[in-house]
């Protein structure tokens, strides 16, 4: 898996837009970006992910720059219970073939 | 539809004994994917496994650990003559079998091993 740079600590205000940003220059054709998070002594939580194009579920939004180095994580509109560490992870091992290489991610904090 | 369940979610063990931790996947799913998550730090990969088949054990200790999924019944991850270092929370993950494309893994809510 490539390897990703993300921010340690983020704050965003409750209602707003988080945007969170990930570093990924050595990024190879073939690796996906993947999202997840993990609210406080819980599991993993898949949330997005994308190869090239721009990705959008009903949780977030996932925006890819046209070189592929790096992305933005968005979730809309925020609340309290979206405080989490969100991890990026590129990866081709979507398919199962090995796991994932899961960083130190974002600690985001969402502020009433 | 049950996501993947894990059990026990606590488990304390006195150093030298066995940790038995198991893992029922999705239903659907037939891969099975453990991880440990020491204390403050991130999640570790450490074995992906099928039906009967180990694919890849390259993030288990060498010594001690062991993991199977049987033809029945769930996922086990065997720690043996557990240490301090071994307290942490153990993660699985499953997913269902490859046809194409990528997809996230559905995580369960880990086993937290406290050894005494």
């Known amino acids: 898996d490539a390897k990703t740079t993300q921010p340690p600590s983020m704050d965003c205000a409750e209602g707003r837009a988080a945007n969170l940003p990930c570093n990924h220059s050595?990024?190879?054709?073939?690796?996906?970006v993947y999202w997840y998070r993990q609210i406080h002594s819980q599991g993993p939580q898949y949330i997005i992910h994308?190869?090239?194009n721009n990705e959008t579920n009903e949780m977030a939004s996932l925006i890819i720059t046209e070189d592929r180095k790096s992305s933005t994580l968005i979730l809309p509109h925020a609340t309290l219970r979206d405080t989490a560490v969100y991890y990026c992870i590129a990866s081709n091992s979507g398919g199962g073939a090995d796991g994932l290489t899961f960083g130190k991610g974002t600690h985001l904090i969402i502020q009433p | 539809n049950a996501g993947v369940m894990q059990n026990p979610r606590h488990l304390v063990r006195r150093r030298g004994q066995e940790a038995r931790l198991r893992c029922s996947p999705m239903k659907g799913h037939s891969h099975v994917y453990w991880y440990r998550q020491l204390p403050e730090e991130g999640l570790k990969f450490m074995v992906y496994l099928q039906k009967e088949n180990i694919i890849d054990e390259s993030g288990m200790p060498k010594e001690r650990f062991s993991a199977e999924f049987p033809k029945e019944g769930p996922s086990i991850l065997r720690i043996q003559q557990v240490v301090r270092g071994d307290s942490a929370a153990y993660f699985c993950a499953s997913s269902p079998v490859i046809t194409s494309g990528h997809y996230g893994y559905t995580f369960g809510s880990g086993t937290r091993l406290t050894v005494v």
């Open positions: 050595t990024i190879s054709g073939n690796e996906y």
């Open positions: 994308g190869l090239k």
